[in-house]
């Protein structure tokens, strides 16, 4: 839609024209450098975008096919954008979908504009859209490519809005420009900082048009729109006010990663992605480096990370307090910790392996064993697959498929992976596979790893493979969630001497503090209290769950084992937005892969927080949408 008109709003200041000049000023005062004034112009101004949406007297010039040239190379290094794609036809509702997602990332909006007013109709049509956004807003209209604008916004830390490509096409149509150059722009759309998102048109789903014009222009629309999914992490289809997700990333017919059914052995892929390993495009990867704890922030009551609340326990900080009194002076020593880990879980000293939480554990996966290729089971943990990208591993992910409870098929595994990691419990759906099913990873000349950061949440731990002397088998623990030491970095491996060793091999020295040795070694001597810790965390998931089933009925949940919830609701970003508005912080999950915008996690807290929250999302998730 456009946002065009005489509007009294916030605009971008601008150089004063292009016979004016002026100088350089800042978008608004959020944001800490201004743009360079070529290529945006405030709404309203003389030399607005033309006023015919199809056909006219072409024009020409370079003025004319700037406005479809691709964005720039961000120097040295590899650029990136987080890119949303929201698809809909004529009122579908796209535009406010766009606009929720745009309020829901926390960033200085600017609403980029591509269309004109035309008539009286058009102008009352603007006039609402401009009355639904935000006061705070910036909105430009580009001269020039409004992908090329966008990206500079999002390299500059902000949010984009781009509404959306169909006026954009009409216009460089109007002007004679070749459409296969916005095409091109389109494919070459690659930024780094902040966020864009993109409304395109639903355009081509009726009768082929009768002219060849219109007929161009909405096979543009339709090319422009496929170049932007196949670069999308979140791509959405908007009907009748409702949102389908889509698989974001490579076009029909690329690569799939794939998914186990609850049919037997059959195996179907869905979720295409590009690059190398069957992974997402490279400047897609950034997403897997976020997490819970970016959600947070002062005030905000925290039911994003999912860490049992309250700090570590008493015997715990006293711990350590000795190492602090003790042991910070010279350089740390794991053998009395390997040994306490060792009598906990039946195995030898030399099977374990402390490292600086769970995830550097994950991280040495790569360069430890140096598979050909690996297969992660997803949705799960995303640091896995960040170090093993890092690393130049190709990775394949195997998702887990919702509507079969996430449960875990082995057959769904390519069969020529030597690595294959997979979380029990798994985040952020909290599944518990049994110890049958993780076996049945096994093969020959394959590595098995099992992350087991959240099973110590579970009471008894079921499934565990950790006391199992297996040598082919790696299982990850740590003590981040159940104890509260996030802070402290206490994790471990446990493996059959071969593969420990091969890990301390590749492990940086001294990377377990004296701190986090003592807490491993505290933790190993007091099975009772990691119990006491499990049921709480069982106590206090089985009254969120049994809240939200109450108050928010219609809501969709999974079953967990652990203190999170994974929930879907049609307007998740939204949904989070107004959720931070009443001072609570939940961890959106789009992020994991195999899970889209819709996608929330709940951790859950003692009764009187579990409280406070589902009030509130049963006011942000009203009845008639779940």
């Given at each position: 839609m456009v946002g065009g008109g005489h509007r009294p709003r916030a605009r971008v200041p601008l150089l004063h024209g292009r016979a004016g000049g002026g100088d350089r000023r800042r978008l608004d005062a959020h944001r800490s450098r201004a743009f360079p004034a070529r290529g945006l112009r405030h709404r309203g101004r003389a030399r607005q975008l033309p006023a015919h949406a199809l056909g006219g007297d072409p024009g020409g010039g370079d003025a004319v096919r700037r406005r479809c040239r691709p964005p720039s190379r961000v120097p040295g290094g590899r650029a990136r954008v987080s890119l949303v794609v929201v698809i809909g036809g004529t009122r579908s509702g796209k535009s406010a979908r766009a606009e929720a997602l745009a309020a829901a990332s926390g960033l200085s909006v600017t609403y980029v504009a591509t269309g004109a007013v035309i008539d009286g109709e058009m102008r009352e049509r603007v006039a609402r859209h401009r009355a639904r956004r935000p006061a705070r807003w910036a909105t430009v209209e580009p001269d020039a490519d409004p992908?090329?604008?966008?990206?500079?916004?999002?390299?500059?830390?902000?949010?984009?809005?781009?509404?959306?490509?169909?006026?954009?096409?009409?216009?460089?149509?109007?002007?004679?420009?070749?459409?296969?150059?916005?095409?091109?722009?389109?494919?070459?759309?690659?930024?780094?900082?902040?966020?864009?998102i993109v409304v395109a048109e639903h355009a081509g789903a009726g009768v082929t048009p009768m002219d060849a014009l219109t007929r161009a222009w909405v096979d543009?629309?339709?090319?422009?729109?496929?170049?932007?999914?196949?670069?999308?992490?979140?791509?959405?289809?908007?009907?009748?006010?409702?949102?389908?997700?889509?698989?974001?990333?490579?076009?029909?017919?690329?690569?799939?990663?794939l998914v186990g059914t609850s049919e037997g052995d059959e195996v179907r892929p869905?979720?295409?992605?590009?690059?190398?390993?069957?992974?997402?495009?490279?400047?897609?990867?950034?997403?897997?480096?976020?997490?819970?704890?970016?959600?947070?922030?002062?005030?905000?009551?925290?039911?994003?990370?999912?860490?049992?609340?309250?700090?570590?326990?008493?015997?715990?900080?006293?711990?350590?307090?000795?190492?602090?009194?003790?042991?910070?002076?010279r350089y740390p020593d794991e053998r009395?910790?390997?040994?306490?880990?060792?009598?906990?879980?039946?195995?030898?000293?030399?099977?374990?392996?402390?490292?600086?939480?769970?995830?550097?554990?994950?991280w040495l996966l790569g360069p430890a064993l140096a598979p050909r290729h690996a297969a992660v089971v997803h949705p799960a943990f995303t640091e896995t697959e960040a170090g093993l990208r890092a690393h130049g591993i190709p990775v394949t992910r195997v998702l887990r498929d919702p509507d079969a409870g996430f449960a875990l098929h082995p057959s769904a595994v390519p069969a020529d992976a030597d690595l294959v990691v997979v979380g029990n419990p798994a985040s952020p759906s909290g599944t518990l596979d049994p110890a049958a099913a993780l076996l049945a990873l096994r093969a020959p000349g394959r590595t098995v790893v099992v992350d087991e950061a959240f099973l110590d949440l579970v009471p008894g731990e079921p499934g565990s493979l950790a006391a199992e002397p297996l040598p082919?088998?790696?299982?990850?623990?740590?003590?981040?969630?159940?104890?509260?030491?996030?802070?402290v970095r206490a994790g471990y491996a446990l493996a059959a001497p071969a593969l420990a060793q091969r890990l301390r091999d590749v492990r940086p020295p001294w990377s377990v503090n004296a701190l986090a040795l003592a807490a491993l070694r505290a933790a190993a001597e007091r099975p009772d209290a990691l119990a006491d810790a499990a049921r709480r965390a069982e106590a206090e998931r089985e009254d969120l769950v049994a809240r939200l089933a109450d108050a928010v009925p219609g809501l969709r949940t999974w079953p967990s084992v652990t203190n999170f919830v994974l929930v879907e609701m049609p307007d998740g970003p939204g949904a989070v937005a107004r959720l931070r508005a009443d001072g609570i912080a939940v961890r959106h999950a789009a992020s994991f892969p195999g899970l889209h915008a819709g996608h929330v996690r709940l951790t859950a807290r003692d009764p009187q927080a579990n409280a406070r929250l589902v009030a509130a999302l049963a006011a942000a998730v009203p009845a008639g949408v779940r």
């Open positions: 992908l090329a604008v966008a990206a500079t916004i999002a390299r500059d830390g902000g949010c984009a809005l781009v509404d959306g490509i169909g006026g954009w096409l009409a216009t460089a149509q109007h002007h004679g420009t070749d459409l296969a150059a916005c095409v091109a722009a389109a494919r070459e759309l690659s930024t780094r900082g902040g966020r864009v543009a629309v339709g090319e422009v729109t496929q170049a932007l999914v196949a670069r999308a992490e979140v791509a959405e289809l908007v009907v009748a006010g409702r949102v389908v997700p889509l698989a974001a990333g490579a076009p029909a017919g690329g690569d799939r990663p869905v979720a295409p992605t590009s690059g190398a390993g069957g992974g997402p495009p490279d400047d897609a990867l950034a997403d897997l480096r976020v997490h819970g704890d970016a959600a947070l922030a002062p005030g905000l009551a925290d039911h994003a990370v999912n860490v049992l609340d309250g700090g570590p326990p008493g015997w715990l900080r006293a711990a350590l307090r000795t190492a602090l009194e003790t042991a910070v002076d009395d910790a390997c040994a306490a880990l060792a009598a906990r879980h039946g195995r030898t000293p030399g099977e374990v392996v402390p490292t600086n939480g769970a995830a550097e554990a994950l082919d088998v790696i299982v990850v623990r740590s003590l981040t969630k159940s104890l509260a030491l996030a802070g």
